[in-house]
């Protein structure tokens, strides 16, 4: 059983940066392939960004790649997302999730999910 617990969000301006971390309980961490998504109003949740277990390989949507950086601390049980250069378009709830499986973009592969963080991009 793995509980996450993501923080950071907020309201900035486009062009602007924000930084996500998503901490994790229990000592299996790092034997979880993580995930951001999120989802905006009215919308499906969409993948964002993953990163494998040990943080050597990452993929991310084609929507924010370049802009958006996904990282982990196996040592602090911590995921990040660095998003910058955003733009109202990312506007959205923004969730972590732990998985089993390399490679998934989609939601039923990944076990467990965080209640959540809000971010707002004005124009």
């Known amino acids: 059983q793995v509980q996450l617990v993501e923080s950071g969000g907020g309201l900035v301006q486009a062009g602007g940066s924000l930084r996500l971390s998503c901490a994790a309980s229990?000592?299996?961490?790092?034997?979880?392939?993580m995930g951001w998504f999120r989802q905006a109003p009215g919308k499906e949740r969409e993948f964002v960004a993953a990163i494998n277990w040990s943080g050597g390989t990452t993929l991310y949507a084609d929507s924010v790649k370049g802009r958006f950086a996904i990282s982990r601390d196996n040592a602090k049980n911590t995921v990040y997302l660095e998003m910058n250069s955003l733009k109202p378009d990312d506007t959205a709830v923004y969730y972590c999730?732990?998985?089993?499986?390399?490679?998934?973009?989609?939601?039923?592969?990944?076990?467990?999910w965080g209640q959540g963080t809000q971010v707002t991009v004005s124009s």
């Open positions: 999730a732990a998985g089993r499986y390399w490679g998934h973009t989609t939601t039923p592969q990944y076990d467990y």
């Open positions: 229990g000592p299996t961490f790092s034997s979880y392939v």
